[in-house]
């Protein structure tokens, strides 16, 4: 391998890397402050790709799909967290689990009532539908060094909003201690509907962004929670610096494994997630 | 007052003899035939589901709706390609509902379960789909037949095209798991013994889609083609992954049909122009047995049928030659084998012949699409059959 393999892979990884953590943000937060297990994230994602199918069809426009599709999602997580979450936040995970564990079957009901079953794809946006020449026989889109600027600009968004915010500040001592925030004033009911709300549409927003690279299938959000919660893992539940680390590390691993060790590739992610866990069961920045 | 005991006493009389069993064969010559069809009603292989299950029930219309000259009725199980409920749902058809033949399924690991119940009860069973290799080559029974293909049968024959068209160094990429493994195992025989070298294999697990490191890597190979073995939705990714990264064009990409196979929509399309692929099966064949059979299929369903309506029709003609033998006694089960082992199915696909195991003879063919179709170019290998390693059938 010379080197600029190596640096496209590398490129490869992080971007991978990146959209990994846009979707584990959502569900290490909802983690950390509610202490909620939603297994229903995947779920979300998977609705975010049919919405960016559906909108963009009737619209051919994938930016109004975007801001449209969240506005849609985030309704839809509010009155989620409203009429079912909020009344799980003090009840066992198993209880939470099974609520969530059903939740994924309702919506693949509903998907499959309104989208059918068939495979959809999204065309890329016309302005960035273009490839740049790196080697003579490899292109790279442009649309997934968009997808890498837009998710750079949301992690450090969510950075920036945690650490230097006041919002992000009650954020934080939410997690930290949610009965002694409430008594110092912070109106944790709200902070709760808010938190989801920011889960629900970082990963619908991942299901959109991702729509035209990837394909628009039923199913589609299963194979990427488990992703996430391997990434939520190895970061340390309800750390969100953790997250972007793990999702970094992940991406690096699954890339360099794919193409180093293609007969371990499956398994590697894994080893390293048992790695870590044996090393610091807490994850890598337990809060 | 002394005709209603007469009644009652001669009553009884009927009733005795006729669960004392005399009369049962009679009954069983006259009784509806019970199929079950075992197929995925619901997720992500419903379309096939569907489709087979189409497909059979007009050939047995065509037929007059008799099968053997006995009526049909239907008994219906959604697998749900659900492998962990796969003995449990080809019990319900065995054991409650009695079936004389079960039709099934889609998916390899729902096969499994059903391969198991066939083989402890001896039931007959006619898979329409699932190409895992293990039904008919080492656990092969003289009780199931396979109407579809082996999932090596059809990457077998990519190894001449490609060998004659020049490329001798291939790059292989699949997921890894059974079907996508079997595929691999049938395109390393037909590759090699073209004469091709495949430099390197690639792989992932299923169903993941993240492909961009795989394309760096095919590449910085530079291989003198690609083949594959993808299906549905990873399907029409990896198609569209390979464009973006600048491969299509540059290195030639094949794979077994079931990559372009009922994807090529407008989205998709312009990135799978080229892509040449083998099957036992194309839409755009051109033959009399293929226009008719479309025509039909889409006046009955007011849809277009696809490889999978195929496969179920072919099933439904298999079991009426054999039934047909017999006269509709499925009881008499060597009689019933030897004529479906015998039989000519006179399919949309072309004619084909039953394997010594239990899977077709069947041409395959070298399609390449073009617009929003796979045109046949020709017939990539003639009456290809799958080795059937370790059946000791026949």
Known sequence: MDLANILIQLLNSVQYGLLLFLLAAGLTLIFGIMGVVNLAHGSFYMLGAYLAYSLTNTWGNLALAVVVGTLISVTIGWLLEKLLFKHFYHRSHLDQVLLTFGLIYLFEELRSMLWGDDVHSVAVPAVLDWSIHLTDTLSYPAYRLFMLVVCSALALGLWLLISQTKLGMKIRAGAFNSDMAQAMGVNIVRLHSLVFAMGVALATLGGMLIAPLSSVYPYMGSQVLIMCFVVVVIGGIGSVRGALIAALLVGLVDTFGKVLLPQFASMLVYVLMALVLLLKPEGLFKQ | ?394
């Open chain 2, 1 to 394: 007052m002394a005709s209603r005991r007469q009644l009652l006493t001669s009553t009884a009389a009927i009733v005795g003899a006729a669960s004392s069993g005399l009369w049962v064969p009679a009954q069983a010559q006259n009784a509806k035939l019970r199929v079950g069809l075992m197929l995925p009603y619901t997720g992500t292989y419903t379309q096939l589901g569907v489709s087979i299950d189409n497909g059979f029930r007009m050939a047995l219309q065509e037929a007059g709706g008799k099968v053997g000259g006995r009526e049909v009725e239907f008994f219906k199980v959604d697998d749900e390609s659900e492998p962990s409920k796969g003995v449990e749902n080809a019990n319900k058809l065995v054991q409650r509902d009695k079936v004389d033949v079960l039709i099934g399924t889609v998916h390899s690991g729902v096969q499994m379960g059903i391969h198991k119940v066939a083989r402890e009860t001896g039931v007959l069973n006619i898979i329409p789909n699932a190409g895992m290799h293990a039904a008919t080559r080492a656990l092969c029974a003289p009780n199931v037949f396979r109407t579809s293909f082996s999932n090596g049968q059809t990457t077998q024959a990519l190894g001449k095209v490609m060998v004659d068209k020049g490329h001798k160094k291939a790059v292989w990429i699949t997921w890894k798991y059974a079907a996508g493994d079997e595929a691999g195992e049938g395109f390393k025989e037909g590759y090699t013994a073209a004469g091709g070298t495949i430099v390197k294999e690639l792989g992932l697990p299923f169903p993941n889609v993240e492909f961009q490191a795989l394309l760096t890597e095919i590449a910085s190979i530079k291989p003198d083609a690609v083949a594959c073995f993808f299906s549905g939705g990873g399907a029409s990714k990896f198609i569209r992954d390979y464009a973006a990264a600048g491969l299509a064009g540059k290195i030639p990409l094949y794979g077994s049909g079931f990559l372009t196979e009922g994807l090529l929509d407008d989205e998709l399309a312009p990135s799978a122009q080229g892509i040449m692929t083998t099957l036992h099966y194309s839409a755009s064949l051109q033959t009399k047995r293929n226009d008719t059979f479309r025509l039909a299929y889409a006046k009955t369903y007011k849809m277009q049928p696809d490889v999978y309506a195929v496969q179920g029709y072919d099933a439904g003609l298999l079991l009426l030659q054999g039934a047909g033998a017999v006269g509709g006694d499925l009881s008499n089960k060597k009689a019933l084998y030897a004529a479906m082992e015998g039989a000519v199915i006179d399919s949309p696909r072309g004619k084909w012949t039953m394997s010594k195991a239990h899977n077709p003879v069947q041409d395959m063919y070298l399609r390449v699409v073009k617009g929003k179709e796979n045109v046949v170019m020709g017939v990539a290998a003639k009456a290809l059959s799958d080795s059937g390693v370790g059946c000791k059938l026949g």
